[in-house]
């Protein structure tokens, strides 16, 4: 195509004349503040897996570490803004931004914002897994949207050529305009320079639309791809939110610390613990539920200050820091870490009931997830005995004899004797007098005094008489109960084998198990 612009007058009524210079770009989609980076700084301190996944794709495209910037900042910030489209770089135009659209409209991003919004630690994980998948599949990615692997790299090429070629026009007209006489050298060099310019724009313009058509023709792979990103970034999420809900001594906090992630590889390396944690954290969150329900405070007295993370005590002042997007990360930040400025209040301390004894069948046709759910229900009760100040036994059991009891005592055990516990599984037979035998020892040896007795089972066993009526006398001088609850949504109808001797029986074939560990909790706190 011949030149456009041939002499000084063709140039100067062009739009190249009147254009603005171009404008500074980034790579980064979403704005950020400086709280935010630094908290990101913070957590991704130390991670050389994603150091080096980003270091690979990088050499591929460019923006891929303010990708995975942006998917973090997706993930985390309650109010995502982004950047100018102008300010964008080639690449966040054209790849950056299109993935996060995607992102945002995948059917499981609903639910991986409402783990991970404002949760250091899920948010993290999740979007590290988003960018781990994403790199796996980015030569196919930029296929799709480029039309051509290089595409990208090529449109990036001709946008900083075209960007020089217009600086450079850019000067050569300003040195006209002050020129003291007339030059025909330099109107000569601004009419190469337009040209120059005007050649790039086209040939920007040519790859763009190659790239916009590629891009719009393979929506639906794209789509595909990111969604399984996003997905497996759900999942993740979810794992980190229900691993340390279920084991961590503070369920509420959710920071990338040593400790967090030190559970987390544990967990993750056990599968019964991992299993385990499915129901547990929901448990306890029942328990908190129900203590809250339990009973009301009132407005109580404020007569000092302390920090915390309750809202509801929270200080007008802390609470101002919701209005601004400067400071939300802030206050984020704070409620995360248990910092907020908060009212204490004089409040009434209740005083817990009976010691709890938890036997709990472990035969081999308990093995999987009933097996995890009834441990799950024994460390709630774990958690309700302590909350109350009580003693604890779970008393594992299978076949004739063998049992296998944990005991647990105020302040005296760790969260390694609780995961010890929650693995231990002796897949034997089923055998009813032996736990209860037990039990009734912890009573009489070990001081479980008042103590209630949850029985745990799935399958049929048949008591003695003479040890039935022994039981009965013992419940009827300790005046204890035994609450059986049996695992039989899989073939309902089985209680009787549980009638001769619980008071109380919940059945999985009648109630939803988050419904009978309601029922569990409520009569217990």
């Not at 799709?144 to 790299?153: E, P, V």
């Not at 393979?218 to 970034?233: E, F, G, H, K, P």
Request: one cysteine or more.
């Amino acid at each position: 195509m011949r030149n456009p612009y041939r002499t000084i007058d063709d140039v100067l009524n062009s739009p190249w004349a009147a254009s603005a210079p171009p404008v500074e770009t980034t790579d980064r989609v979403l704005r950020s503040t400086k709280l935010e980076d630094s908290i990101y700084k913070d957590i991704r301190s130390g991670d050389g897996g994603l150091d080096q996944i980003e270091q690979d794709a990088e050499k591929k495209l460019r923006s891929f570490p303010a990708l995975s910037r942006d998917i973090f900042q997706t993930f985390y910030s309650l109010m995502p803004r982004q950047n100018a489209a102008e300010t964008l770089s080639t690449a966040a135009r054209k790849f950056n931004a299109p993935i996060l659209d995607h992102v945002t409209q995948s059917e499981d991003f609903s639910t991986l914002k409402s783990v991970c919004e404002g949760r250091e630690l899920p948010a993290y994980e999740a979007a590290a897994e988003f960018i781990a998948k994403t790199a796996g599949e980015l030569d196919g990615l930029l296929s799709d949207i480029g039309g051509d692997k290089g595409s990208l790299n090529t449109l990036e090429k001709l946008e900083n050529a075209r960007r020089q070629a217009q600086e450079k026009l850019s000067g050569l007209l300003d040195m006209l305009h002050r020129a003291p006489a007339h030059s025909k050298e330099l109107e000569q060099a601004a009419i190469k320079a337009a040209n120059q310019a005007e050649s790039k724009r086209r040939q920007v313009e040519a790859v763009g639309k190659m790239i916009d058509a590629s891009t719009a023709g393979n929506q639906d792979i794209i789509s595909t791809l990111v969604a399984q990103a996003v997905q497996s970034a759900a999942e993740k999420a979810e794992e980190v939110q229900a691993i340390i809900g279920a084991w961590s001594d503070e369920p509420g906090n959710l920071e990338r610390n040593e400790v967090n992630e030190e559970l987390l590889a544990k967990v993750r390396k056990n599968d019964i613990l991992k299993n385990i944690a499915k129901y547990l954290g929901r448990f306890r969150e029942i328990f908190v539920q129900g203590k809250r329900n339990g009973y009301a405070y009132g407005r109580g007295e404020k007569y000092s200050l302390e920090l915390g993370n309750d809202l509801s005590k929270a200080l007008t002042s802390e609470l101002a820091m919701l209005a601004s997007p400067q400071t939300m990360p802030l206050f984020l930040q704070k409620y995360q870490r248990k910092q907020l400025k908060q009212y204490q209040r004089r409040e009434p301390i209740y005083k817990g009931m009976g010691d709890i004894i938890c036997c709990l069948d472990e035969s081999i046709s308990t093995a999987g997830n009933p097996a995890a759910w009834g441990k799950a229900v024994a460390l709630t009760l774990l958690e309700i005995a302590a909350d109350g100040g009580r003693n604890f036994a779970l008393v594992h059991f299978s076949g004739p004899g063998e049992f296998k009891t944990d005991l647990f005592r105020p302040g005296t055990y760790t969260l390694e004797d609780k995961l010890a516990a929650a693995e231990r599984f002796l897949n034997g037979g089923t055998n009813f007098e032996t736990p209860m035998r037990e039990a009734i020892r912890l009573m009489k040896e070990d001081a479980f005094e008042n103590a209630g007795i949850v029985f745990i089972t799935d399958g049929q066993c048949k008591m003695p008489e003479d040890f039935l009526e022994e039981l009965r006398k013992e419940q009827t001088e300790r005046r204890f109960t035994i609450t059986g609850v049996l695992l039989d949504s899989g073939s309902p109808g089985m209680d009787f084998s549980l009638k001769a001797f619980c008071q109380n029986i919940y059945r999985t074939s009648e109630l939803a198990g988050e419904d009978i560990v309601r029922e569990l909790v409520n009569a217990r706190i």
